[in-house]
């Protein structure tokens, strides 16, 4: 497995999506497959795993902290907060946006409890709290780093301006936004921003949600609760015009000598080298496919010719619904 730095971390060039096994795309797997998922990612090199107060309302993070917790020394754990779930006087848990510096530190400490360890190596904000200026939610991440709770930080679907503000307050390890093939908002700024201050930048979707796996056919079979419902690109009308572009996409995967979903990861490996992908799966011949993409090797004629057919350009659909835009960081540049 090849490696790349994040910080003061050598990780595995492609780490692992955690998300999935517990949130996000339909009814999840079991336990026991998640836990198959997770010990084939360990057995298969990969020392980078991404989690968050946020998935399944914190199953996930005990589903992780339960199966790697004897693997604590060989990983890099990284998690996130500032958006967890919160139950109502309802009894109903509803996801909250919430970067007060006092809900950070209390989702941190719940974080812990259900990783079982002591210190989180890379703690983000999941989303900038648009009521709260950043450098106060960073101020309560170099808190948590100066209490020896986690031992960098990062932020997650954040602009390179929102960055440049946090960074002043306390150095920023890694950027965590939306990044492959169909989705190029981080190449406006936030890429440069991260090579010039020396930030990793962890690539989220890279696979484009299993469009770019040739995957996902019929977007009126996902299941009611699978996000992608509710994201334009796989309205049906637009999701029949993107599928127009998988037979050249899948012709230049055969040219490449790989497979589709490998052919969206080697060509963020090809980005930069300090771009660390996350892809999110629930099956193990799926993980074994996507690590695999770390050995595939893009000739620059192909790249140009990729980059060329699937663009935000040539793709039908804005990735978030309006609703979810409003979430993030302005423009996520
Ligand atoms: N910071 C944030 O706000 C944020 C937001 C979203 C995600 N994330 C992180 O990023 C990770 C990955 O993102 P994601 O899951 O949204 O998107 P993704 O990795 O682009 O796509 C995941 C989808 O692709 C499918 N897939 C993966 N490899 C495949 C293969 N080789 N062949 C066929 N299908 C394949 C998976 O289905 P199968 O299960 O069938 O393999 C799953 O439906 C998450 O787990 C999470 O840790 C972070």
């Given at each position: ?28 797997p ?11 990612a ?40 500032g ?20 809900s950070i ?41 100066e209490?020896?709770?986690?031992r ?11 960055l ?7 150095p ?8 492959s ?84 990861l ?6 930069r ?19 695999a993409?770390g050995?595939?090797?893009l ?29 993030v960081?302005a423009?996520?540049?």
């Amino acid at each position: 497995m090849k490696t790349r730095t994040v910080g003061p971390f050598t990780v595995s060039a492609i780490g692992l999506g955690c998300m999935n096994l517990s949130h996000a795309y339909g009814v999840p797997p079991s336990a026991e497959q998640g836990e198959k998922v997770l010990r084939a990612a360990l057995d298969s090199g990969v020392t980078l795993f991404d989690t968050a107060a946020l998935y399944g309302f914190g199953a996930n993070e005990t589903l992780v902290g339960r199966v790697l917790k004897s693997h604590r020394q060989e990983i890099t754990l990284c998690s996130k907060g500032g958006m967890a779930g919160v139950t109502g006087d309802d009894g109903v848990t509803r996801r909250v946006i919430d970067g007060r510096p006092e809900s950070i530190i209390r989702n941190c400490e719940d974080s812990l409890r259900r990783l079982q360890t002591d210190v989180i190596d890379l703690y983000y904000l999941h989303r900038w709290d648009k009521k709260v200026p950043i450098e106060e939610s960073t101020g309560a991440l170099s808190r948590l780093v100066e209490q020896g709770k986690v031992r960098t930080i990062g932020l997650s679907e954040v602009s390179a301006g929102t960055l440049r503000k946090a960074h002043a307050v306390h150095p920023i390890t890694a950027v965590q936004n939306e990044y492959s093939l169909w989705t190029r908002n981080p190449e406006i700024a936030a890429l440069d921003a991260c090579q010039e201050l020396g930030i990793a930048f962890v690539a989220f979707s890279p696979v484009a949600r299993g469009f770019l796996c040739d995957a996902v056919h019929d977007v009126t079979t996902l299941e009611a609760k699978d996000i992608r419902r509710t994201m334009p690109r796989f309205e049906p009308a637009n999701h029949e015009r993107n599928l127009k572009l998988l037979p050249a996409y899948k012709a230049l995967a055969r040219e490449a000598g790989c497979t589709p979903a490998q052919l969206a990861l080697a060509w963020l490996l090809h980005k930069r080298d300090f771009i660390v992908p996350i892809p999110g799966t629930t099956r193990v011949d799926h993980l074994q496919e996507d690590l695999a993409a770390g050995d595939v090797k893009l000739e620059p004629g192909l790249l140009q010719r990729l980059e060329a057919l699937v663009n935000e350009k040539t793709v039908a659909g804005n990735r978030y619904s309006e609703q979810s835009n409003r979430e993030v960081d302005a423009e996520t540049f």
